[in-house]
T-cell receptor
Framework: DAKTTQPPSMDCAEGRAANLPCNHSTISGNEYVYWYRQIHSQGPQYIIHGLKNNETNEMASLIITEDRKSSTLILPHATLRDTAVYYCIAGSNDYKLSFGAGTTVTVRA | KAGVTQTPRYLIKTRGQQVTLSCSPISGHRSVSWYQQTPGQGLQFLFEYFSETQRNKGNFPGRFSGRQFSNSRSEMNVSTLELGDSALYLC???????????FGEGSRLTVL
């Protein structure tokens, strides 16, 4: 798996957009970028993934740079329930997905 | 569609005992992965089974083992339990097309 680097923590104001960066400079051509989040004591929850193109779903948007060495997860309107640890992972469909330390996001009222 | 089911949710064991945890994946998913989560080490990959064969393996001692049955249900076993094995054990069922993992709620093991 490509190694990813994320900031350990970040704060966000409720109602504002939260932009979570991730570096994956060693990502290979067939590896996707996955984002998961984990709310305390629950199993991680899938958010979004992408290969080359930007992606959007009901939860978030994923912006991947043209060289694919970094990406940004955007939570458009953060709520208190978005407080969680967010994991960025680079991997392929049939290989193990390894979780790093993630970014602890705290949404403040 | 039912999600990933893990049993038991909570259990307490003593050092030296062994434990078996069970995971039922989402219907149609043939891949099951296991993770250990502790406050100090975070989420660590244990192993992945696909069609009854271990496909990937993490860096855990041989006391940690697993298997997968023909109906894709999986079990993991930890023998000769140590205090440091206290953790949340998470199972994830994987969509083979997208690679997306669907996690269960976990089995919380306490070793006394």
């Amino acid at each position: 798996d490509a190694k990813t680097t994320q900031p350990p923590s970040m704060d966000c104001a409720e109602g504002r957009a939260a932009n979570l960066p991730c570096n994956h400079s060693t990502i290979s051509g067939n590896e996707y970028v996955y984002w998961y989040r984990q709310i305390h004591s629950q199993g991680p929850q899938y958010i979004i993934h992408g290969l080359k193109n930007n992606e959007t779903n009901e939860m978030a948007s994923l912006i991947i740079t043209e060289d694919r060495k970094s990406s940004t997860l955007i939570l458009p309107h953060a709520t208190l329930r978005d407080t969680a640890v967010y994991y960025c992972i680079a991997g392929s469909n049939d290989y193990k997905l390894s979780f790093g330390a993630g970014t602890t996001v705290t949404v403040r009222a | 569609k039912a999600g990933v089911t893990q049993t038991p949710r909570y259990l307490i064991k003593t050092r030296g005992q062994q434990v078996t945890l069970s995971c039922s994946p989402i219907s149609g998913h043939r891949s099951v992965s296991w993770y250990q989560q502790t406050p100090g080490q975070g989420l660590q990959f244990l192993f992945e089974y696909f069609s009854e064969t271990q496909r990937n393996k993490g860096n855990f001692p041989g006391r940690f083992s697993g298997r997968q049955f023909s109906n894709s249900r999986s079990e993991m076993n930890v023998s000769t339990l140590e205090l440091g094995d206290s953790a949340l054990y998470l199972c994830a069922s994987r969509d083979s097309d997208t690679g997306e993992l669907f996690f269960g709620e976990g089995s919380r093991l306490t070793v006394l």
